[in-house]
């Protein structure tokens, strides 16, 4: 028997807490002091998310990201790399700000690059997007909160609308990942090497 339609879709635990949080009212001097240091002390954390990925798309980062060590002369990792896509992700969407635009994006980004994710039909089945079954390699990147926290906020505005996917903060930096993998391999990114030293 499967799950009601409603535990499948995606929590969102930071921005949940963080409402907490905000609706909390500590009383006497010791107890906002405290609150305040442990506010300060949350928002500065850093979390890890975990993400898979076609070895053929980490083979190609791999390769990527030591022709930018050889350039800079120095690391670069694929966590670094990951984490420019995520900046990038947060400054456009923030431009847009703009729900359905953001819905549609991720929708089209995650189509070209073959991603799989969940979805839900009229009978609450988990249906896969995407033909791709080569092997998987698992990722990890981690992030601040207060960086996944504006994510979550933006990806709960998208589930407030209603929509046939739901993405979680794992899913966007799959999504992005595979999405700027496929661009480089298919030739869509011009001097972006050269881009990305630059931001160094």
Same mark, same amino acid.
């Given at each position: ?95 847009? $700000? $703009? ?90 990114? $011009? ?10």
């Amino acid at each position: 028997m499967k799950k009601p339609y409603q535990d499948q879709q995606v929590q969102y635990s930071l921005y949940e807490e963080e409402l907490k949080e905000l609706a909390y009212n500590p009383t006497g001097f010791f107890g906002k002091m405290m609150y305040k240091a442990s506010r300060k002390l949350s928002s500065s954390m850093d979390l890890t998310y975990t993400f898979n990925v076609a070895v053929s798309d980490y083979l190609r980062a791999e390769f990527f990201c030591d022709d930018i060590s050889e350039e800079i002369e120095g690391e670069f990792t694929q966590q670094m790399l990951t984490s420019i896509l995520l900046d990038d992700f947060l400054y456009q969407a923030k431009k847009r $700000n $703009n729900p359905y635009d953001l819905y549609r994006h991720l929708t089209k980004q995650m189509e070209q690059s073959s991603i799989e994710v969940f979805t839900y039909n009229g009978e609450r089945d988990i249906l896969h997007l995407g033909e791709n079954t080569q092997r998987r390699k698992e990722m990890e990147c981690t992030i601040k909160k207060k960086k996944a926290l504006r994510l979550e906020i933006m990806l709960s505005d998208v589930a407030d609308l209603g929509p046939e996917i739901t993405f979680s903060v794992s899913d966007v930096l799959q999504i992005i990942y595979s999405d700027f993998i496929w661009k480089y391999r298919t030739g869509q990114l $011009n001097n972006v090497l050269k881009k990305i030293v630059e931001r160094l």
